[in-house]
Nanobody, 127 residues
Framework: QVQLVESGGGLVPAGGSLTLSCTASRRVFNDYAVGWFRQAPGQEREFVATISRGGGETYYAESVKGRFSVSRDKTINTVYLQMNSLKPEDTAVYHC????????????????????WGQGTQVTVSS
């Protein structure tokens, strides 16, 4: 297993942008599909976005489609979540999660498919 560390959270006004990073300690992370999930206080954890091991497949929750973009840089073992046009309802703790897959496997949108999780980073969007 690898350890995942999220960074890049913070406080931004509505309409602003943030880029979250999910960095792993080992290059084997490049064999992982990686998902982003978020959880607001008192709410269930929800899927945000995911990217396949090869980077060719990405999926998004309807609530973030067109505003968020997930990508990866394998040279530095990092997956990004670019968040634009942020809304107060995007406020949550954001977690990245990973699962080692074969190259042809599509990533999943269900949290229990992933077996490695980061501690999370807080994103707060003010109105």
């Amino acid at each position: 297993q690898v350890q995942l560390v999220e960074s890049g959270g913070g406080l931004v006004p509505a309409g602003g942008s943030l880029t979250l990073s999910c960095t792993a300690s080992r290059r084997v992370f490049n064999d992982y599909a990686v998902g982003w999930f978020r959880q607001a206080p008192g709410q269930e954890r929800e899927f945000v976005a995911t990217i396949s091991r090869g980077g060719g497949e990405t999926y998004y929750a309807e609530s973030v489609k067109g505003r968020f973009s997930v990508s990866r840089d394998k040279t530095i073992n990092t997956v990004y979540l670019q968040m634009n046009s942020l809304k107060p309802e995007d406020t949550a703790v954001y977690h990245c999660a990973g699962r080692r897959t074969i190259l042809t496997m599509s990533p999943d949108t269900q949290a229990d498919w992933y077996n490695t999780w980061g501690q999370g980073t807080q994103v707060t969007v003010s109105s």
